[in-house]
C-alpha cells in the first residue's frame, strides 16, 4: 500500500514522502492516527511540489549558516573585568558573549547555540563552540582581562 506521509514517522519517512507499507500497518495506525492518507495522484504530485519548497528552503538556511559561520570564523571578543588575583569577582556568561557577538558581529545567537560547560570565571584566552546547527560549528575566541 503506497501512503503519503502527513508528518514525520520515526523509522518510516519524513513529512511528504511517498512510502509503500504493509496494508494493515497502514490502515490501523497511519491512517486512523492522521499521520498519513492513501497516496492518490494528486495528493503525490502536491506532495512533490511541498517536498521541492522545502528543499530550496533548507538550502537557503544553510546557506545563511554558512555566511553567519564565515562572519564569526576569525571574531575574537575581549572582556574586561575587575579581578582579584587571576579570578574574576563576576564571570562572563552567555547572555554577555551574545550581547557582543550581536555588537561586533551583527549576528543574533541564543543561548542554546553556546556550548559552554560552566561561565568563564579566569583570565586569559578561552574558547567557546558556537553550535549553528547539528553540523555547522564554529570556535569562538574568548579573551579576559583585568580592568
Do not use: W, Y
Request: hydrophobic share 40%.
Amino acid at each position: 500500500m503506497r501512503v503519503v506521509l502527513l508528518q514525520n514517522v520515526p523509522k518510516l519517512g519524513l513529512k511528504d514522502d511517498v512510502v509503500t507499507v504493509k496494508e494493515g500497518f497502514g490502515l490501523n495506525f497511519l491512517i486512523p492516527n492522521k499521520k498519513a492518507a492513501v497516496a492518490s495522484p494528486s495528493l503525490v504530485r502536491q506532495a512533490e511540489e511541498r517536498r521541492k519548497k522545502r528543499v530550496v528552503k533548507v538550502e537557503e538556511a544553510l546557506k545563511n549558516l554558512q555566511e553567519i559561520k564565515d562572519k564569526l570564523k576569525g571574531a575574537s571578543l575581549t572582556f574586561r573585568r575587575k579581578t582579584e588575583g587571576k579570578k574574576l569577582f563576576g564571570s562572563v556568561s552567555e547572555k554577555d558573549l551574545i550581547d557582543a557577538v550581536k555588537e561586533q558581529c551583527k549576528v543574533e545567537l541564543t543561548k542554546e547555540m553556546l556550548v559552554m560547560e560552566e561561565h568563564i570565571k579566569d583570565l586569559g584566552a578561552h574558547e567557546v563552540t558556537v553550535r549553528l546547527s547539528p553540523d555547522i560549528s564554529v570556535a569562538l575566541k574568548i579573551i579576559v582581562e583585568a580592568e
